[in-house]
């Protein structure tokens, strides 16, 4: 009878896993910030000369975009397909690729964008010293990658309530590698680097999640 | 506790078994949040065999709580299902039937569990609503 009448958080769960089935394929996101990464530190190490750098970046982001539709097939054909309802809309930001064919317009041009904000507005002033404000960048990644996995209405299940937590950090951890670059104690190229570190480990995590939710037999063995 | 019983008994004979049975339960929870799932998403997502998922979907398309749509896609049958509106009011009137249920029941579950805590000992005081 207990059982019966207790609220489930696997129902929870469950709802959570397919409103945010997008956002939670992590491993989508990896290549970007491993470019973010790779890009920064040969800046640091002065490895590379300015247009090598532009044609790294540019060759890497193609590289990236071609990973993450590789990526977003995997998980496709691991885990499924799952329509989602369009009133989600801002927090599927995080979701920057689709492999289904409905992608709907409005999706498509909150993806152009948040490339454009995040990539070209961001990188190229970095990369050719016009430009000596860049704030933004710790904003636009708090704004779009961190700030929709902080609200969450399923509290019951550890891990999801592990993932809100994760993001508080990734958003405290960003906002304060971007106070010590504005105080100057930090490169801007390790402060590059630093934010999209931070910003993997939340991904890597969405990836760990979405595999633990949709990995294990919950139900079969105890109802037939 | 005894006022309260008859209710409660009454409450769950009424449940609608067709959305209490936890497979379906599971699958129309998945379908509710989102616009239409395939069948392997289904599957990973609920847990259960393609046997067992197979027979719980046609069942819930026999009650007409959900629809279920077969394209080709890449030479492949890719199965989708999506929530009718009739499935929509069902899960929905099965959580408020369970609210409901769950609120009549709180003051005798609160007394079994003190009772098996040892924490009332010797004769059961009665239920008070």
Known sequence: MESVLEGSSYNGE????????????????????MTAIVLSLLEYAHAVTRWQAVTLFLSLVALSIVLAAFVGRWY????????????????????ITRTDQRIPKERSKWFVLSLFFVFALMFFPLLLHSYRNYSNFGLLTLIFFVLPKTSLDYARSTSLRRRQILAIGCGVALIIIQIFYDLGHLDRWAFVAASASVLMVGSLYDHWLLKRLLGGPLLEGHHA | MPEQQPEIAEGVASIDRIVHEPARLAILTVLASCERADFLYLERATGLTRGNLSVQMTRLEEAGLIDIEKTIEHKRTLTTASLKFSGRGALEAYWKQMDSLREMARPSLRQVKAVQGGRVSGRVAPACS
């Open chain 1, 14 to 33: 469950l709802q959570y896993v397919t409103q945010h089935f997008r956002e939670l394929q992590g491993l989508q996101m990896v290549p970007f910030w």
């Open chain 1, 76 to 95: 496709r054909r691991h885990y499924g397909f799952v329509a989602q309802r369009e009133e989600r809309l801002p927090s599927q930001l995080i979701s």
